[in-house]
């Protein structure tokens, strides 16, 4: 018997969605090497193209993608070097600055369609519809745990 199997549910729960992000993480470092990518800033270029209708602010970046106003500014600045983004700033409030996705990150986007799709049906193929949304729910309710407890200063 494995240690794990005896560990309670919510100790074994924590140690796996920190041991899934790590491998998660790994794997789409290699997969991302071919395209001078990391994971993050792959990560901020697709947050950016699926949650917003307009160029968002750093801190509506950092609030979407989970991280802090400071890291997601230098993901970004290391995006712009690229010429993946342009950073803007807003045409109201100049201490508000903007991120914008270029054309060559829609290229680099589109390039890149099929090996996240594979990538993401090779992680989930032997998940049924219905643990998927098992899954769902405990993590919304992990997600808004954790936004009161950021919020809270725990």
Do not use: C
């Amino acid at each position: 018997m494995k240690k794990y199997d005896t560990m309670p549910d919510q100790k074994f729960v924590f140690g796996s969605v920190q041991i899934v992000a790590n491998l998660i993480d790994t794997l789409l470092e290699r997969e991302l090497k071919d395209y001078d990518l990391t994971s993050r800033q792959w990560f901020m270029t697709t947050v950016i193209h699926n949650s917003f209708d307009k160029p968002p602010t750093i801190k509506e970046v950092a609030a979407a993608m989970g991280s802090s106003h400071q890291n997601v500014k230098q993901v970004a600045l290391k995006l712009a070097q690229k010429g993946l983004v342009l950073l803007e700033k807003d045409e109201k409030d100049a201490r508000i600055t903007r991120i914008r996705l270029t054309e060559q990150s829609g290229k680099l986007s589109h390039a890149l369609e099929t090996r996240a799709a594979a990538f993401t049906n090779e992680l989930f193929k032997t998940i049924q519809p219905e643990e998927m949304a098992q899954a769902r729910l405990v993590l919304e309710k992990m997600m808004r745990n954790l936004s009161g407890m950021a919020q809270s200063g725990k």
